[in-house]
C-alpha cells in the first residue's frame, strides 16, 4: 500500500500545541507559513491505527483499563525484531510521556541537591525536569568536531565523580547523532565504574537515516542493563504523541520498585484504553507505513543539504544520522542568538526551536523539523534563501 505524505492537514484551530504556540507568539505570520518546531509530524497517522481506535471506540466500554496482553506483546515482538533486544513484560511501565517519566525519574533516583548530568546542546526538557525537581545539573558538553558530534569521555569521567545519574539522549536531539556501540560501551564503562545511573531518552530510535543502525543501551551487557531505564514510544514514530502513550523499560526489579514507589505517591497508575490499542496496532500493523515515512524523511534531509550548498550561505546543515530533526548551524551569519532568532521570524518567516533553548553550544543554531511533506519544506527554503539574499543586497 501507498501512504501519502504529500497532503498537507489543517491544524488550526483544533489544539495542535505546535501551531497554537506558533500563532500566539508570531499572530502576524502569513497563513501560508508553517511551524517548523514541535517534534510531531504534519503526516497523517497510518491510517489502520484510526481504523483500529474506531472500532474499539465502537466496540468497547470506555471504563478503567489497563494494559491488554496484546500491547505487550506487540512492544516486545517490536523490540525484538527492530532493535535486537528481547524483553520481558515485567519490566514494562507505561507511561503518559516521556518527559513526565523523567520528572518521576529525577525524584525516584536522586535526592534534592543531587547533580545530574546532560550533553547539551540537548533536549531542553532535560534541564526542567531536573531543575524543577530541586537537582542541579551538571554540564558535558558534546564535542563538535568538524561538523560532527562526539561525547567527551574525559571531562564525563571527571563529571561522573559528582553526578549520579546521566540524562541521556539517543538518538541525540537536537544533534541528529546516533551513538555507536563502541561509543556506548566507553560510556557504559565509565558509568558502572562510577555508579552513574542512565536513564536514556529512546524515543527517536525507529528514525534511524543512515547506516549505522541504533543499539540500545540496555541491549550492550548485562551490566548495563541492570544500571539504566529505556524510555520509548510509538509517539514519535507514528505521530501518536496526542494519545500519551509511552514504553518505560527496566529490568533492575529495584530500580523498577523505586519509580512505581514514586508513581504510587504521585496517583499515577498508566496510560489509557486508547493509548494502549494505537501502540499496539503501530507495532503489529504499520511497519510499512514506517518504512515510507523514512524514504521521505531521508528526501527532506538530502534537500536541506543540497539547498543549502547551493543558495544559503552561511547555513550548514549537521549531519543527520536519526530523528527528523536537522540541527543548522548558522553562526557564520554573523548574528547573536536574538537577532538571528528575529530574523528567522521576521524576514525568513520561518518558526523553529532557537537553538539557544538546548544550552551550551547551542547559540547561532536552529532546529527545523523534517517530518513535513517535501513541498511545504521547499517552500520554507525559499523564503530563507529570498530573507539572505535581501540581507545581503
Same mark, same amino acid.
Given at each position: 500500500?501507498?501512504?501519502?505524505?504529500?497532503?498537507?492537514?489543517?491544524?488550526?484551530?483544533?489544539?495542535?500545541?505546535?501551531?497554537?504556540?506558533?500563532?500566539?507568539?508570531?499572530?502576524?505570520?502569513?497563513? @501560508?507559513?508553517?511551524?517548523?518546531?514541535? %517534534?510531531?509530524? @504534519?503526516? $497523517?497517522?497510518?491510517?489502520? /491505527?484510526?481504523?483500529?481506535?474506531?472500532?474499539?471506540?465502537?466496540?468497547?466500554?470506555?471504563?478503567?483499563?489497563?494494559?491488554?496482553?496484546?500491547?505487550?506483546?506487540?512492544?516486545?515482538?517490536?523490540?525484538?525484531?527492530?532493535?535486537?533486544?528481547?524483553?520481558?513484560?515485567?519490566?514494562?511501565?507505561?507511561?503518559?510521556?516521556?518527559?513526565?517519566?523523567?520528572?518521576?525519574?529525577?525524584?525516584?533516583?536522586?535526592?534534592?541537591?543531587?547533580?545530574?548530568?546532560?550533553?547539551?546542546?540537548?533536549?531542553?526538557?532535560?534541564?526542567?525536569?531536573?531543575?524543577?525537581?530541586?537537582?542541579?545539573?551538571?554540564?558535558?558538553?558534546?564535542? @563538535?568536531?568538524?561538523?560532527?558530534?562526539?561525547?567527551?569521555?574525559?571531562?564525563? %569521567?571527571? %563529571?561522573?565523580?559528582?553526578?549520579?545519574?546521566?540524562?541521556?539522549?539517543?538518538?541525540?536531539?537536537?544533534?541528529?547523532?546516533?551513538?555507536?556501540?563502541?561509543?556506548?560501551?566507553?560510556?557504559?564503562? /565509565?558509568?558502572?565504574?562510577?555508579?552513574?545511573?542512565?536513564?536514556?531518552?529512546?524515543?527517536?530510535?525507529?528514525?534511524?537515516?543512515?547506516?549505522?543502525?541504533?543499539?540500545?543501551?540496555?541491549?550492550?551487557?548485562?551490566? $548495563?542493563?541492570?544500571?539504566?531505564?529505556?524510555?520509548? $514510544?510509538?509517539?514519535?514514530?507514528?505521530?501518536?504523541?496526542?494519545?500519551?502513550?509511552?514504553?518505560?523499560? /527496566?529490568?533492575?526489579?529495584?530500580?523498577?520498585?523505586?519509580?512505581?514507589?514514586?508513581?504510587?505517591?504521585?496517583?499515577?497508575?498508566?496510560?489509557?484504553?486508547?493509548?494502549?490499542?494505537?501502540?499496539?496496532?503501530?507495532?503489529?500493523?504499520?511497519?510499512?507505513?514506517?518504512?515510507?515515512?523514512?524514504?521521505?524523511?531521508?528526501?527532506?534531509?538530502?534537500?536541506?543539504?543540497?539547498?543549502?550548498?547551493?543558495?544559503?550561505?552561511?547555513?550548514?546543515?549537521?549531519?543527520?544520522?536519526?530523528?527528523?530533526?536537522?540541527?543548522?548551524?548558522?553562526?557564520?551569519?554573523?548574528?547573536?542568538?536574538?537577532?538571528?532568532?528575529?530574523?528567522?521570524?521576521?524576514?525568513?518567516?520561518?518558526?523553529?526551536?532557537?537553538?539557544? /533553548?538546548?544550552?551550551?553550544?547551542?547559540?547561532?543554531?536552529?532546529?527545523?523539523?523534517?517530518?513535513?511533506?517535501?513541498?511545504?519544506?521547499?517552500?520554507?527554503?525559499?523564503?530563507?534563501?529570498?530573507?539572505?539574499?535581501?540581507?545581503?543586497?
Amino acid at each position: 500500500m501507498n501512504y501519502d505524505f504529500t497532503t498537507l492537514h489543517p491544524r488550526i484551530a483544533v489544539g495542535s500545541s505546535k501551531w497554537e504556540a506558533m500563532r500566539k507568539l508570531r499572530p502576524g505570520l502569513p497563513p @501560508e507559513v508553517i511551524p517548523l518546531s514541535v %517534534a510531531d509530524m @504534519e503526516f $497523517a497517522n497510518p491510517p489502520e /491505527i484510526a481504523e483500529s481506535l474506531s472500532r474499539c471506540l465502537n466496540g468497547m466500554i470506555l471504563g478503567y483499563t489497563q494494559p491488554t496482553d496484546g500491547y505487550f506483546a506487540a512492544l516486545e515482538s517490536w523490540m525484538a525484531r527492530r532493535h535486537s533486544w528481547k524483553i520481558d513484560r515485567e519490566w514494562v511501565v507505561p507511561s503518559p510521556g516521556v518527559v513526565p517519566a523523567l520528572c518521576h525519574m529525577i525524584q525516584a533516583y536522586t535526592e534534592p541537591g543531587d547533580k545530574v548530568i546532560v550533553f547539551p546542546p540537548v533536549y531542553y526538557p532535560f534541564y526542567s525536569a531536573i531543575r524543577e525537581n530541586g537537582r542541579q545539573v551538571l554540564e558535558c558538553p558534546l564535542l @563538535e568536531k568538524d561538523g560532527r558530534y562526539e561525547m567527551d569521555f574525559d571531562r564525563f %569521567a571527571r %563529571a561522573a565523580e559528582e553526578g549520579k545519574v546521566l540524562l541521556f539522549s539517543s538518538p541525540h536531539n537536537p544533534v541528529g547523532r546516533v551513538w555507536s556501540r563502541e561509543e556506548l560501551e566507553t560510556l557504559s564503562a /565509565i558509568c558502572l565504574e562510577k555508579g552513574v545511573l542512565v536513564l536514556s531518552d529512546e524515543i527517536h530510535f525507529d528514525l534511524i537515516l543512515g547506516e549505522r543502525p541504533h543499539t540500545v543501551f540496555a541491549a550492550l551487557s548485562e551490566a $548495563a542493563e541492570q544500571n539504566c531505564v529505556i524510555c520509548t $514510544a510509538p509517539s514519535k514514530t507514528f505521530n501518536l504523541a496526542g494519545l500519551q502513550t509511552s514504553n518505560l523499560i /527496566i529490568p533492575n526489579e529495584k530500580l523498577r520498585e523505586k519509580l512505581l514507589t514514586v508513581r504510587k505517591r504521585l496517583g499515577l497508575h498508566g496510560c489509557n484504553m486508547l493509548g494502549y490499542q494505537a501502540c499496539e496496532t503501530a507495532y503489529r500493523e504499520c511497519e510499512d507505513w514506517l518504512e515510507q515515512l523514512l524514504t521521505v524523511l531521508r528526501e527532506n534531509r538530502t534537500l536541506v543539504e543540497t539547498y543549502a550548498r547551493a543558495f544559503l550561505p552561511g547555513v550548514k546543515p549537521v549531519a543527520l544520522e536519526g530523528t527528523y530533526l536537522q540541527w543548522l548551524d548558522c553562526r557564520e551569519l554573523g548574528m547573536d542568538a536574538r537577532a538571528l532568532e528575529r530574523f528567522m521570524q521576521e524576514k525568513a518567516l520561518w518558526f523553529t526551536d532557537e537553538g539557544y /533553548i538546548f544550552g551550551t553550544g547551542g547559540e547561532g543554531f536552529e532546529r527545523i523539523n523534517l517530518a513535513c511533506p517535501t513541498w511545504v519544506l521547499r517552500k520554507a527554503l525559499d523564503r530563507l534563501r529570498d530573507a539572505l539574499q535581501s540581507r545581503r543586497a
